[in-house]
């Protein structure tokens, strides 16, 4: 069986808050952190982890209702079991998956009675119930979203909505009918529910294209600008006569210091003699190409767009007390000599998108934009549980 993989939109944007409770934090006993875990040097196989971990009785969880029982009505949609029990398995097997990987690498009992220790309160345990209300809660509300707005899904996602086009994206292109099927049953859930999922996903890009633009072109200078104003982002471009060896990082000697202090002072003064913006621009980018030495101009050559406390003080010095356009003297930070422009914040801007990829400012805003209104969507939803219906409590189906 191919690795079943599920591209949506909605899946990361429900795991996001749920996986980021899975991490390692060194003051409590699982929390997020970026800090690394501890060294452990009695790292077991994958089997002998999977025997210390406590499982879930997925089957009789299965079995406390009818897949076609409505359990839950948001925004007047009916929610059967099938669907709440789809992503409670998954999000259990989530939890479990890393039960197994803390146990085999870090020699770390964690398990579904233990706190999660966010400061939530919350118990393993609750996770995957929790994680599965808000899935089908996001899920209903793009939906909600796209029929207040008037968005309907475009030709283009209909026709990715095709069976056949789904188990190519799940599985890979000329993946039979089959084995999707087989991958779904695997995950309890069925065609219609994954459909359901993929629909919303769709419906969530097709609002964002139609509000922003596909990649946020919809967005002016004006909005993009004002936002990363708000969020405290300068933007600059410099060119980099470095004093330190790139390969070594040590310092080179003394007259070759010195030559590179002549050239930073010779490119000040040049550019500095041209008064026009533009040409001034256009000049500063041919002497850029030439004379540049920062490593990063491959990635960034327009510049950084940064926030305080990520450059180097005296590059965010200068740039701080500068104005869009204005040209600094040569400034020395430990690289070497800047000669440094501050540039004007706008939809053009290139940010990290959190992957290491590098997006415009507008795809950004728009996603943030999109993602506040969808959280109030869901902030305002009517949740309403079946009557008889209640939240299953997983500590009583550890096995």
Request: proline letters at 2%; glycine letters at 6%.
């Amino acid at each position: 069986m191919k690795k079943f993989v599920i591209l949506l939109v909605v899946i990361v944007l429900a795991f996001a808050g749920f996986l980021t409770w899975l991490s390692y934090q060194p003051d409590s006993h699982m929390a997020l952190t970026n800090n690394e875990a501890p060294a452990y040097d009695g790292a077991m196989t994958e089997d002998a982890a999977a025997a210390q971990v406590r499982s879930l009785d997925y089957e009789t969880i299965a079995a406390l209702h009818a897949n076609d029982e409505v359990v839950m009505n948001i925004y007047g949609q009916d929610i059967t079991w099938e669907e709440y029990y789809a992503w409670l398995y998954m999000n259990g097997q989530q939890v479990e998956a890393f039960f197994n990987q803390m146990t085999m690498y870090y020699g770390l009992a964690a398990d579904w009675e233990g706190s999660v220790g966010d400061g939530s309160g919350m118990i393993y345990a609750q996770l995957p119930t929790a994680a599965a209300e808000e899935t089908l809660l996001r899920i209903t509300a793009i939906e909600k979203m796209a029929a207040d707005k008037g968005v309907e899904l475009s030709e283009e996602s209909i026709a990715e909505l095709e069976d056949q086009a789904l188990a190519d994206a799940a599985l890979g292109e000329g993946a039979s009918m089959d084995e999707f099927l087989s991958a779904l049953d695997e995950m309890h859930m069925s065609l219609d529910t994954y459909k359901r999922i993929s629909r919303a996903n769709f419906l969530y890009g097709d609002i964002l294209a139609a509000e922003f633009g596909k990649d946020g072109e919809k967005v002016t200078d004006e909005e993009a600008g004002a936002w990363l104003e708000e969020q405290g982002y300068l933007a600059a471009n410099h060119i980099l006569l470095m004093t330190n060896d790139k390969a070594t990082g040590t310092e080179v000697d003394e007259a070759t210091a010195a030559e590179k202090k002549v050239k930073a002072d010779e490119i000040y003064a040049e550019l500095a003699a041209i008064e026009d913006v533009e040409e001034r621009l256009a000049r500063f980018k041919e002497l850029k190409e030439e004379f540049d030495e920062d490593t990063g101009k491959v990635n960034y050559p327009d510049g950084y767009t940064f926030t305080p406390g990520t450059m180097v003080s005296e590059f965010e010095d200068a740039v701080t007390s500068m104005e869009a356009y204005e040209l600094s003297e040569p400034v020395k930070s430990s690289f070497g000599w800047h000669v440094i422009i501050r540039m004007p914040l706008g939809a053009d801007n290139m940010l990290n998108d959190g992957n290491g990829s590098l997006v415009p400012a507008a795809w950004i805003y728009a996603q943030q934009k999109l993602g506040e209104e969808l959280e109030q969507y869901m902030d305002t939803s009517v949740v309403e549980y079946a009557e008889g219906f209640e939240t299953p409590d997983l500590i009583s189906y550890i096995k």
